[in-house]
C-alpha cells in the first residue's frame, strides 16, 4: 500500500492548492486503487496561507470581515482564528494579504491607487477578537505601497508637506514629508510569511521587480523605488533586509510594527506539521502553476524536494508549465500541465482534468 502525501502550491490563476492535491490524488487512486492520501495543500505567505491553516490545524475557525479591498470598494473576506494554544492563549490570528489587498482580487490593475489598507484592516480585527499571535502571510498583492495601507490602518499617519495626509496607495508614498507613529496599535508576537526575499528597494526592489506585474510601467519604476527609499529613510527601516520588499513593501512595513520576517514555505511547512506528515511516506506530490529558473530556494516545491529526501521519500513535481531553465533533478519525476494537455491554453482552461492525469502519469513512473 502506498502511502502519499499531496503538498503542492496553489497554480496561481487557475486552482487552489486543496483543489490541485485532491485531483492529483484522484489521478493517482485511478492508476493505484490502494494507496492511502495525506493532503497538505501548502502555500508560501502568498495566496493559498489561509487555507493551508484551515486545512492542517484542527478547531481553525474562519472570521468573516468585510474590509477596503484592493479595487477601492468594500470586500467580504476572512481571517482565521487558531484555538488558544500555551504560546498563544487568546488564540492565533492567520491573516494573508492575498485575501485581502490580493492582486487577484482585481478585474483591472490599479498600479498607483490600490493599497494595502484591507490588510491592516483585517489585522487591527483580529486585534479585537483579542488574539494574543498573529501568523500573517504577504505576497501576491496588488500594490506597491510599501505597506502604508496597513499601517495606517493601525494607526500610523502618513503626511504631506502641508501635515495633511497623502493619497493611499503608490500615488501618495512620494509626497510623504513625515510620519507619525504615535497611535500606532502595539504589535503582539506576529511572525510574518514572506513569499519572497528580495530587498525594499534597488534593483531586486519591490518596484524593480514586482511593479510591472502590478501594471506600473518600466519609465515609472525609477519614481515608485525612489518613493519606497525615502519612505525607509523616515521609517528608519534597513531597506536591504531580506523580505522587506515583499508585497509591494509590506515586508518592510511589518518590520516597523516590530515583526519578524520568515521564508514562507518553510515556516508554513512547521506550522501545518507538514515534516510528521512525510515521516512515514513513500510518495510526496508537489507542485506550483509555473516551474522555472526563479523555483530555487525557498519556492515550495523546491522545499518539499528537500523534506521528502531527508524523510527518505520519492519526491514528484506537477506544475502547470516546467520551463527549460528550471531543475527539475530534485524530482524522481515530473509532469507539466501544459505537455499533458497538448498546448498552454488547454492547460490553463481545465486545470483540475490535467491535474487528474498528471497523477496518474506519475503513479505510472515510479
Ligand atoms: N493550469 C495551469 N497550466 C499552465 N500554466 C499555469 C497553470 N496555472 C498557473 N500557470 C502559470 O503559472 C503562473 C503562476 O505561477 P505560480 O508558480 O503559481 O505563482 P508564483 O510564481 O507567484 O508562486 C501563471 O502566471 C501561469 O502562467
Ligand atoms: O506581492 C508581491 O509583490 C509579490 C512578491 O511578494 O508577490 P508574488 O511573488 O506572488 O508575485
Redesign the pocket.
Known amino acids: 500500500m502506498t502511502r502519499v502525501v499531496l503538498a503542492p502550491?496553489?497554480?496561481?490563476?487557475?486552482?487552489t492548492a486543496a483543489d490541485a492535491a485532491a485531483s492529483l490524488a484522484a489521478g493517482w487512486a485511478s492508476v493505484d486503487p490502494s494507496a492511502t492520501f495525506v493532503h497538505r495543500p501548502m502555500a508560501?505567505g502568498?495566496e493559498g496561507t489561509v487555507a493551508a491553516f484551515a486545512a492542517a490545524v484542527p478547531g481553525a475557525r474562519r472570521m468573516p470581515v468585510v474590509v477596503d479591498g484592493p479595487a477601492g470598494v468594500p470586500l467580504e473576506t476572512s481571517w482565521l482564528l487558531l484555538p488558544p494554544s500555551a504560546g498563544s492563549p487568546g488564540g492565533t490570528g492567520v491573516i494573508d494579504l492575498a485575501s485581502t489587498s490580493g492582486i487577484e482580487l482585481l478585474d483591472d490593475l490599479r498600479p498607483w491607487d490600490a493599497d494595502t489598507t484591507g490588510f491592516g484592516q483585517a489585522i487591527a480585527a483580529a486585534l479585537d477578537h483579542g488574539v494574543t499571535r498573529l501568523v500573517v502571510g504577504i505576497g501576491?498583492s496588488a500594490s506597491t505601497d510599501g505597506g502604508t495601507g496597513m499601517l495606517s490602518a493601525l494607526g500610523a499617519r502618513f503626511l504631506d508637506a502641508s501635515g495633511e495626509p497623502v493619497a493611499r496607495g503608490a500615488r501618495g508614498v512620494a509626497d510623504i514629508a513625515s510620519v507619525d507613529l504615535s497611535a500606532l496599535r502595539t504589535a503582539p508576537q506576529v511572525r510574518v510569511l514572506t513569499?519572497v526575499t528580495n530587498p525594499l528597494v534597488g534593483p531586486r526592489g519591490a518596484a524593480v521587480v514586482f511593479g510591472p506585474q502590478k501594471g506600473l510601467d518600466a519609465s515609472e519604476l525609477p519614481d515608485v523605488d525612489a518613493g519606497l527609499a525615502r519612505l525607509a529613510d523616515l521609517l528608519g527601516l534597513d531597506a536591504a533586509l531580506p523580505g522587506t520588499g515583499a508585497a509591494g513593501g509590506t515586508g518592510g512595513a511589518l518590520v516597523v510594527w516590530g515583526a519578524a520576517l520568515a521564508p514562507g514555505a518553510a515556516e508554513v511547512a512547521e506550522l501545518i506539521g507538514l515534516a510528521d506528515a512525510i515521516s512515514d511516506a513513500d510518495i510526496v506530490i508537489t507542485g506550483?502553476?509555473?516551474y522555472d529558473g526563479q523555483s530555487g530556494d525557498g519556492?515550495v516545491p523546491s522545499f518539499i524536494a528537500g523534506l521528502a529526501a531527508s524523510a527518505g521519500a520519492v519526491a514528484l513535481l506537477a506544475a502547470?508549465?516546467i520551463t527549460a531553465d528550471s531543475d527539475v533533478s530534485l524530482f524522481a519525476a515530473s509532469a507539466s500541465?501544459?505537455d499533458i494537455a497538448g498546448s498552454?491554453d488547454a492547460?490553463?482552461a481545465e486545470?483540475a482534468r490535467?491535474l487528474r492525469e498528471a497523477g496518474a502519469l506519475l503513479a505510472s513512473s515510479v
Not at 502550491?9 to 486552482?15: L, V
Request: net charge negative; charged share 30%.
Open positions: 502550491d496553489s497554480f496561481k490563476g487557475t486552482i508560501d502568498g501576491s513569499d506550483e502553476g509555473s519556492k502547470g508549465r500541465l501544459t498552454s492547460a490553463l486545470p490535467w
